[in-house]
């Protein structure tokens, strides 16, 4: 009985006795007889014959993961992600130097033998039982290649990976079944072909197209001698065949290789020195994966396109379903960035607001009557260093945005108006709008409990000059307070909540706004995206149209091509033709006359509507023209900074407000994009102006001759706001602060019951 060392291992002669019972099993399959017990070892041959019978004999291989390509909508590349950087190639397209390279260093008798090479088995069987370990493999390129189809099937789980790789008799032995199915099924030149695309080459490139641009930047096809002798010589060990790190221990490898290629007659001898002579030639081109990498500031842009993929049900009916496609790759996505639109919009965030900056902005812009988004920055760029961040502040949390979107402000006083239309108020609608009231009560709600003002909150307007009575035109111009609470109390919160619904206007955290009267001055968080979209309803006479950002999709799987359903923007009618047209003839006084003054554009019909929020936190400007709407918002992702006394982008404000750095950002923004762009006019409404003759007209006449923006503060009190000091007739507690904070951060606010917004 052979001895068992001290350790309890087994005795070279027991590891020997175990890798000869294997092989001589695998011969007796692929001769088809059952062989007697072999000597001292006591194999019974037949019965391991019909054990290994037994064994499954259908290798499922999964389409190889290939890179994606993300384009912008004229097929410019924006970013490649993936999990494996591998592109599929047919043994066509790779250099017949590299297939002679990788046979002659990992299988000389490829083309010889059969899935078992029982000549190499002996040799090695030889070599490791005289030196007391295993020292030298036998599997053949068919054997490696199944091996690296359960490591591809493992994906990034290290559980399986370790299953796969694990060197068990048990592992060995199917591992020689499936390869004996792969060699009847597949042939010689196809094993090959599916090696070279499915090994790892080191430096994150999987097959060797991936590792030919990763090490000389040029396809496979094209790879002489010497380079597809280095290739070959990594895989036997990646890490330490390096030539990145290690290029003296790389250039040996290439040269054993290259030896080895002149002995079994693929180059000649002479040919083998001139090769060992060549330098290395590296021309390494560092791995480009992710988001992170994408061009044109496009990161974020790119991560809300992966982000709709893992969302949207037409990819898989659950995530962990469409995470398995997008991971599997070989996609090719064309997307809705207009690169124009996209470099307009970066280069006027960069020219307002500093990275470096306390506060930072966003801007979004879509496509009215599409819901293409046609462009998304901000100033704080993708990444995980100082003035860096991975949270996309135009979009909602669930899509990777903060946690529950920032204080729209004033720009939630159109949506107030349009539902006031709706209800069949005249554009002409008069309300007496004070300086200062009381929060009107009762104040009827869809569920027909009426909302009463228990905490006896009251109004002000921005200035003590603000006096009316006021009809909706000048009201909107100059974002009058009270008389937009006179408005709700009116016609009641559930009209306003119908509007809201049908513009698709949530608050950030992907949560329905709370049925309260302060939601009509904005004091709620909602997402740059969401405000361009709905806008962009207005735009769009009345036809809202829910975001967009993927065109096309076509899947590479193995050397073939198919084309995937992609999500389709819904268009549904929101309000009237009518009164979309008068929402936008109230709006385009807001760019020519009102607090929206210095963001008008002056070659183009446009329209649009500033917000400042409680303690200017947060300052926005959303506006449109027929053609394109944009949202712009500037402010502190932790809702910290009050933007008073105050440098932004070089330049100091004493006070920060919706028309003086959101208005000029949209402007600047729109101007670009738009250029060379056709010039479409609203359909405008006849709304008659009030009494000019009025004592209060003249006196508000004398406030616009001086100049003077109604969307700032009065200094001497920071909380005398439009809107914001309502915050808490939000949810009937006390105005704490405003949303903020986002996942995995430091930030302290909640949902809160927080400010709302300014003009």
Not at 24 to 46: F, M, Q
Not at 356 to 363: L, N, P
Request: with cysteine; hydrophobic share 35%.
């Amino acid at each position: 009985m052979p001895k068992k060392r001290s350790g309890g291992g087994l005795s070279p002669t027991q590891q020997a006795a175990k890798f000869l019972g294997v092989s001589v099993l695998a011969g007796a399959v692929l001769a088809g007889i059952a062989l007697p017990a072999v000597g001292a070892l006591g194999l019974a041959a037949k019965g391991s014959v019909e054990g290994f019978d037994a064994l499954p004999a259908n290798l499922k291989t999964p389409p190889l993961s290939q890179r994606t390509t993300i384009l912008d909508a004229e097929g410019g590349t924006i970013a490649t992600v993936y999990s494996r950087d591998r592109t599929v190639v047919d043994l066509k397209d790779i250099s017949p130097y590299m297939q002679k390279a990788i046979v002659a260093i990992e299988d000389s008798r490829f083309y010889e033998h059969g899935a078992i090479d029982l000549k190499g088995v002996l040799r090695a069987l030889n070599k490791n039982a005289r030196s007391g370990e295993v020292s030298e493999g036998a599997s053949t390129l068919t054997q490696q290649y199944v091996k690296n189809v359960f490591v591809e099937e493992a994906g990034d789980d290290p559980t399986k990976v370790a299953q796969a790789t694990q060197q068990t008799i048990g592992r060995k032995i199917q591992e020689l079944k499936l390869a004996i199915q792969v060699e009847e099924e597949l042939g010689k030149k196809k094993i090959l072909e599916n090696y070279l695309n499915i090994t790892f080459f080191g430096q994150q490139a999987y097959g060797v197209e991936a590792a030919s641009q990763r090490y000389f930047s040029k396809h496979a096809k094209d790879l002489n001698v010497q380079e597809a002798a280095l290739l070959a010589g990594i895989v036997q060990s990646p890490s330490r065949y390096d030539p990145v790190n290690d290029e003296a221990e790389a250039t040996k490898r290439r040269n054993v290789v290259l030896n080895r290629m002149a002995q079994v007659g693929d180059i000649s001898t002479a040919e083998a020195e001139k090769a060992k002579k060549a330098p290395l030639g590296l021309k390494v081109s560092k791995p480009k994966n992710g988001c992170i990498t994408a061009v044109k500031n496009a990161s974020f842009f790119c991560d809300y396109v992966r982000e709709v993929f893992l969302s949207d049900k037409v990819f898989g009916k659950t995530r962990k379903d469409r995470a398995k496609v997008w991971n599997q790759g070989g996609l090719t996505i064309r997307t809705t960035l207009d690169p124009q639109a996209q470099a307009s919009v970066q280069q006027s965030l960069k020219d307002h607001v500093n990275q470096s900056d306390s506060v930072a902005a966003a801007s979004t812009l879509v496509e009215p009557g599409t819901g293409k988004v046609l462009a998304m920055g901000q100033t704080k760029p993708y990444g995980y260093g100082k003035n860096e961040t991975e949270i996309n502040y135009s979009v909602d949390h669930g899509m990777g945005g903060s946690n529950y979107g920032f204080p729209t402000g004033s720009t939630f006083k159109p949506f107030v108006a349009a539902a006031a239309l709706e209800e069949g108020r005249p554009a002409t609608q008069e309300y007496s709008s004070p300086y200062e009231m009381p929060y009107p009560e009762p104040v009827q709600t869809c569920s027909g409990k009426p909302w009463m003002n228990t905490a006896g909150e009251k109004v002000p307007n921005e200035s003590e000059s603000e006096v009316g009575p006021y009809r909706l035109k000048e009201a909107m111009a100059l974002s009058v307070n009270t008389y937009f609470v006179q408005m709700v109390a009116d016609i009641g919160l559930c009209p306003v909540m119908k509007m809201t619904d049908a513009l698709h206007v949530v608050q950030g955290s992907g949560d329905k706004l709370p049925e309260v009267p302060a939601v009509s001055l904005g004091s709620k968080g909602v997402a740059p995206l969401t405000m361009a979209s709905a806008y962009a309803a207005f735009a769009s006479r009345g036809m809202y149209c829910t975001p967009i950002v993927i065109e096309s999709i076509t899947q590479k799987i193995g050397n073939k091509q198919k084309s995937l359903d992609v999500p389709k923007s819904t268009c549904s009618r929101a309000m009237s033709e009518k009164t979309a047209d008068t929402v936008n003839t109230l709006l385009q006084g807001v760019v020519d006359s009102g607090t929206g003054k210095a963001a008008g554009l002056t070659d183009r019909a446009n329209a649009g509507k500033t917000g400042t929020t409680d303690e200017r936190k947060n300052a926005w400007f959303v506006g449109y023209t027929p053609n394109l709407s944009g949202a712009v918002w500037v402010g502190s992702a932790s809702q910290q900074v009050q933007m008073k006394n105050i440098t932004i982008g070089g330049q100091y404000h004493d006070l920060v407000f919706g028309g003086a750095v959101p208005g000029p950002i949209w402007k600047d923004a729109m101007t670009g994009a738009l250029a060379g762009k056709d010039s479409p006019s609203f359909n405008l409404v006849n709304i008659p102006d009030e009494d000019k003759d009025k004592d209060k007209n003249k006196d508000k006449d004398k406030d616009k001759d001086k100049d003077k923006d109604r969307d700032k503060e009065k200094p001497d009190d920071g909380n005398n706001g439009d809107d914001g000091f309502i915050g808490g007739l939000t949810d009937g507690g006390t105005g704490d602060g405003g949303p903020g904070g986002f996942p995995g951060g430091n930030l302290i606010q909640g949902p809160g019951n927080g400010p709302g917004g300014r003009r």
